[in-house]
């Protein structure tokens, strides 16, 4: 399908592509063995300048937005997970700062975000609050000058690698979701610490932390727009951000597409290969048609996101609902064509698979983001 990217899409999806295939491939499955977050590999994005692909040229960025970031994950994502969500959330971590943040705190912590110099994370989930995100416990109290953050969080993506956090708390408990603001913390502010690190089913070479904060002192300054906005902010993060986990989805997906056609071209029983039988074909021709119908909700959406379209919940959750699906069935379906070794580790389709599941669970579980579209379609009268 022709997409008609202009050239800077083109090129930062070129770029991507290259570094996937040159520098992520050869060590795609150690990574996932060793569980070792990909410094090397962000070394080789930031040279590229492809964690400002998404920034404003003025803040040191490339000048593109949802779409050129959706195009740089997916190429990541068609090699390996693992590599993409760790470059991807540095732009979560970002998202909130770039739209709510004042002038002195986009130009203190963009550029470097930009350059790839620091990474970024985002964290709003805790123990008690996963889905039910208006439960977080973890406090900031008002002092002189600044806030005293106490709590811990859960679960976050680039934790301990990260040096810039948008961290979402309670300045205002008896407010419940109205009384939640949002802080940038950074790495090394005393008080700050990392907790467990995570052992994953995959995306396994991704860091996912706690951060455990204990008496943290932050300047008041650090607060990013006014106290009482952390949820309608984290809102907004999320319909920006998802369509980057639907670009994920179907950069997985079109690999284990891939990994499935060569393999099935090569493989032989019963003296054809068995791309011949029609029971393979079917499942390459609908493989093949999810993909596609994944990734064009995926870019929509993200042009939509790039219009400055202000309702985009609906759209942000239908791209991330349909394209994680179409990534587990996809790559559920790969192993199935390979076969026996489709399960084993010396083929890359069972890392897909795994990765594959994450993408139905983060950034809200597909149950959450179907009671969000149900919503909204009700919003709109649609039943
Ligand atoms: C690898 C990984 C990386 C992550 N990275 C980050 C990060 O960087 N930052 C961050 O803040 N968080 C992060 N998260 C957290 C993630 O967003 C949450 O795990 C997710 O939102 C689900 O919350 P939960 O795990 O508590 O599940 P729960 O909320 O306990 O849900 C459990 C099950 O109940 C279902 N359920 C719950 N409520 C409802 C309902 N009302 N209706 C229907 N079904 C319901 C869910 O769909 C799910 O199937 C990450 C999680 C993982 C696993």
């Known amino acids: 399908m022709e997409y008609f990217f202009n050239d800077l899409q083109k090129t930062v999806k070129g770029m991507a592509r290259t570094i996937a295939e040159e ?71 970002s998202f909130t700062l770039l739209e709510y943040g004042s002038e002195e705190q986009k130009r203190k912590y963009l550029p470097d975000i930009a350059r790839g110099e620091k990474l970024a994370a985002f964290a709003v989930t805790e123990a008690e609050a996963g889905s039910d995100i208006g439960n977080i416990k973890t406090t900031a109290s008002r002092i002189d000058g600044g806030y005293i953050i106490n709590g811990t969080k859960q ?20 407010k419940g979701p109205r009384g939640a603001s949002a802080f940038l913390v950074e790495k090394g502010t005393p008080g700050f610490s990392f907790g467990k690190k995570e052992k994953k089913m995959g995306i396994r070479a991704s860091a996912t932390r706690e951060l455990v904060f204990e008496d943290c002192l932050v300047p008041e300054k650090n607060i990013i727009g006014r106290e009482g906005m952390g949820f309608i902010t984290t809102v907004r993060l999320f319909d920006r951000s998802r369509p980057g986990i639907g670009a994920q989805a ?32 079917h499942m390459l021709a609908n493989m093949a048609t999810e993909v596609e119908a994944a990734r064009a909700l995926v870019y929509a959406t993200a042009r939509t996101v790039d219009s400055g379209a202000k309702n985009i919940g609906l759209e942000s959750a239908m ?42 669970i983060y ?3 597909n149950e959450i983001l179907r009671n969000v579209i149900a919503l909204e379609l009700r919003k709109k009268k649609a039943f």
């Open 23 to 93: 520098k992520v491939l050869p060590v795609r499955a150690e990574l996932d063995e060793s569980e070792e977050f990909p410094w090397a590999i962000m070394k080789h994005l930031a040279d590229t300048d492809l964690f400002g692909a998404f920034l404003p040229e003025e803040y040191g960025g490339l000048g593109g937005g949802c779409l050129e970031l959706c195009l740089v994950i997916e190429e990541l994502s068609r090699v390996c997970s693992a590599v993409a969500v760790s470059y991807a959330s540095s732009s979560l971590g």
């Open 155 to 174: 679960f976050i993506t680039n934790g301990g690698e990260a040096d810039i956090y948008t961290v979402i708390v309670l300045t205002d408990r008896t």
């Open 250 to 281: 179907v950069g997985l997906a079109q690999g284990a597409l891939e990994a499935a056609v060569d393999y099935a071209k090569k493989r032989v029983q019963f003296g054809h290969p068995i791309i011949s039988f029609q029971a393979v074909q």
């Open 319 to 360: 791209s991330k609902v349909f394209a994680s699906d179409v990534a587990m069935r996809v790559t559920t379906d790969a192993v199935q064509i390979l076969g026996g070794v489709g399960y084993m580790r010396d083929y890359p389709v069972e890392k897909m698979m795994r990765d594959a599941k994450i993408t139905q």
């Open 363 to 365: 950034e809200g579980t």
